[in-house]
């Protein structure tokens, strides 16, 4: 009898894993159908959970835009807390909607992109077309990419920060040093400085995407070290409960939480992303037959990227400074990167007279003069 | 310094007390795996219950019964049922997760009432806070870290001084023996499991009633792996479980104070050490080969009577 049980056991674990992992048996256009009758069926792949409260939350509210929408013209699927450094767990996810009738595969985090990218190239999936969220990949038939310009409420949000310090110390908990964050972290500092010459930047870098306690024990150390206004660029609101349990201001991301309990006196406002924005005209043109790969790189002009309202508790001034900048950045006539930018070890990044352009933005591997970070 | 030191104990105490539960678990023999999940089923019962009734204690009691109740099932399993307890462990810890998604998914955003919030407030002990660096990690914390001090030294008197803990570290070193001794194997093993996931359930509890009072999604974040290497850390002693405990809060925390000077260290780094020092440990364990150093005989074997 003692020797079944683990038996038993095993296979219904197995069973169980298998049918998370999908299967890559019955593969066929089963639900291909006529383009009329039957719904286009979209699989999102998240790294995290629907409720994430942050991230994949925002990548969900798009989904739902989505569906609601088009109503029964689409159908999404969603398969949650798959792992972004798993290639094959990324394959495995987008193999599993494909069964279940999917033709689109959108990918919502960076880590995806390996995964999509060989899919579309490999001449299997000729008839899928692949979304991802936040890389660079692209082709000429079936995979396309989107992202947004954060540089712009970002830099906003620095404004706010620089006007609001008594301290000229700004707290940013960073979740790893790459490009994405590193340019946040860079839009945010020159906003600061832009208003407040003195304003100094404490980066912390966390190493991780998602981990309340430990970004709120980050915020924290920031604190401890004189930092007034607390920013971020990871997932909860660790950091937000951190600045405001020492009366201190916080700036958010991805998510408004002036409405939470214990935040009404120190949340600020939040850079936020309205991924509808960018999926509803490009599942429109998918439905039409007209869609062709594009790299997006959405703008606060589109609305894709945006500042959550600012709260009662940032000053009039600032407000008033805010809305000036944030008009011309809509107009296009507000450059975030503008020469010269010294990184914080003095060299001279982007000389006089130049300003970075979107490929420039992203070649970013340093922190400007004014940030200091452990890392 | 003072101020690294107390937020060192907050970082400690999930671990503190999920470490103690498993030392519990393991000492009776039962090496359960399943201590993330148990801890997060504390972390959102004891929310839950928070949040509906604005009473700490309640909330306290839940979290408790919640990662009891998790154990109660790997006790069925793997006791009665004989089942593999590291597989079981392993579901037990998916279970956990998914269970915290489900009963939280409604509470996201959330916060716990003012009521809870104060009566977790910092208490300070007079006198003994004046003392300088012992003064700040013994007081000017919440009742539920000074809790978990006292359950360090009931559960060292339980296990070393009574006879109920010299059985119950007799069934885990020798199941065969105990039993022939007269010791209810069944009896110890259940209350010794369900005890131990209670305050696993416990230690999730502080995450998300004290740490981070506002509903997040898997608010444990790998604390239970970490309280698994700990229990070897610690050579499955509660005093040993203490300092260690202290000492892996502490670190998860020094790296961010660091960068946070301006101080240039990898955060990568700093987030291994707890594993690599367990390695270390288990390697000096090992060659010394103390008795009371080593895991437990019996630990992870079945037992029943009939296949001995």
Redesign the interface.
């Known amino acids: 009898m003692r020797k079944i049980f683990p038996i038993v056991l095993f296979v219904i674990a197995l069973t169980v894993s298998l049918a998370a992992c999908g299967s890559d048996k019955d593969k066929g256009d089963g639900a291909a159908g006529e383009k009329s009758a039957e719904p286009l069926t979209i699989g999102f792949i998240y790294i995290g959970t629907v409720n994430d409260g942050g991230y994949t939350q925002a990548q969900d509210a798009g989904t739902k835009a989505v569906e609601s929408h088009f109503g029964d013209r689409v159908k999404a699927l969603r398969l949650e807390s798959i792992d972004d450094t798993n290639k094959q767990a990324a394959m495995d996810a987008a193999k599993q909607m494909i069964d279940q009738g999917a033709k689109v595969i959108v990918g919502t985090s960076f880590g995806f992109g390996e995964a999509l990218n060989e899919m579309a190239n490999s001449g299997d999936y000729d008839d899928i077309t692949f979304l991802h969220f936040s890389g660079s990949y692209i082709n000429d038939t079936n995979l396309g990419n989107y992202f947004g310009a954060m540089e712009e409420p970002r830099y906003l949000s620095g404004i706010i920060a620089g006007m609001q310090t008594e301290s000229n110390k700004l707290g940013y908990v960073a979740a790893y040093p790459y490009t994405e964050v590193q340019i946040g972290i860079n839009a945010f500092a020159l906003g600061a400085q832009s208003v407040n010459p003195d304003a100094e930047v404490k980066v912390v870098y966390i190493n991780s995407w998602y981990d309340p306690a430990k970004e709120k024990e980050a915020a924290e150390a920031l604190l401890s070290q004189g930092c007034d206004v607390i920013t971020q660029h990871a997932d909860t609101t660790g950091p937000q409960l951190a600045a405001a349990a020492a009366d201190k201001y916080a700036i958010g991301y991805n998510l408004d939480n002036s409405a939470v309990e214990g935040l009404e006196d120190a949340f600020l406002t939040a850079p936020i992303w309205n991924h509808e924005i960018f999926l509803i005209p490009t599942i429109q043109a998918i439905l039409d037959g007209t869609w062709e790969p594009e790299s997006y790189y959405g703008t606060m002009a589109d609305g894709y990227i945006d500042l959550a309202p600012l709260t009662k508790n940032v000053s009039a001034e600032a407000t008033a400074k805010v809305e000036e900048v944030m008009t011309k950045i809509k107009a296009g006539e507000f450059p975030i990167f503008v020469g010269p930018i010294k990184d914080n070890a003095g060299n001279v990044k982007v000389p006089e007279g130049q300003t970075l352009d979107r490929s420039g933005i992203w070649k970013t591997d340093y922190l400007v003069e004014g940030v200091t970070a452990g890392e | 310094m003072s101020?690294?030191l107390a937020?060192a104990i907050?970082?400690a105490t999930?671990l503190l007390f999920a470490t103690l539960g498993e030392v519990i678990a393991e000492k009776s023999g039962s090496l359960n795996l399943g201590v993330e999940g148990m801890m997060l089923m504390g972390a959102v019962i004891g929310f839950t219950v928070a949040y509906g009734t604005g009473n700490p204690a309640a909330a306290m009691i839940a979290a408790f019964a919640a990662g009891g109740a998790g154990a109660f099932i790997f006790a069925i399993?793997t006791v009665s049922?004989?089942?593999?307890q590291v597989?079981?462990g392993l579901?037990l810890t998916i279970f956990g997760s998914g269970f915290s998604?489900f009963v939280?998914?409604r509470m996201?955003?959330?916060?716990v009432p003012a009521s809870v919030l104060k009566f977790f407030a910092p208490i300070d002990i007079p006198l003994i806070g004046d003392i300088p660096f012992v003064g700040s990690v013994l007081s000017g914390h919440d009742a539920f870290v000074y809790l978990g001090y006292v359950m360090v030294i009931v559960l060292s008197i339980y296990l070393y001084r009574t006879r109920a803990g010299l059985n119950m570290r007799a069934v885990g070193e020798n199941t065969a023996a105990a039993d022939a001794s007269g010791v209810n194997i069944t009896l110890y093993k259940y209350a010794h499991i369900i005890f131990g996931g209670g305050l696993c359930g416990l230690g999730g509890a502080y995450?998300s009633l004290v740490?981070?009072?506002?509903w997040?999604?898997?608010?444990v974040?790998g604390?239970g792996w970490i309280a698994v290497a700990l229990v070897i850390f610690a050579s499955w002693n509660p005093i040993k479980a203490f300092f260690g405990a202290f000492l892996f809060g502490a670190l998860?925390?020094l790296?961010?104070?660091?960068?946070?000077?301006?101080?240039?260290?990898?955060?990568?780094l700093v987030?291994l050490f707890p594993y690599a020092a367990t390695i270390v440990i288990v390697i000096i364990g090992t060659h010394k080969n103390r008795k009371e150093d080593l895991p437990p005989g019996n630990l992870s074997e079945?037992y029943?009577r009939e296949?001995r």
Request: aromatic content about 4%.
């Open positions: 101020g690294f937020a907050v970082a999930p399993v049922l004989q089942a593999n597989v079981t579901t998604s939280g998914d996201i955003g959330q916060s995450l740490t981070v009072p506002i997040q999604a898997d608010v974040t604390r998860s925390i790296g961010l104070r660091l960068q946070s000077m301006g101080i240039h260290i990898s955060q990568y987030d079945p029943s296949n």
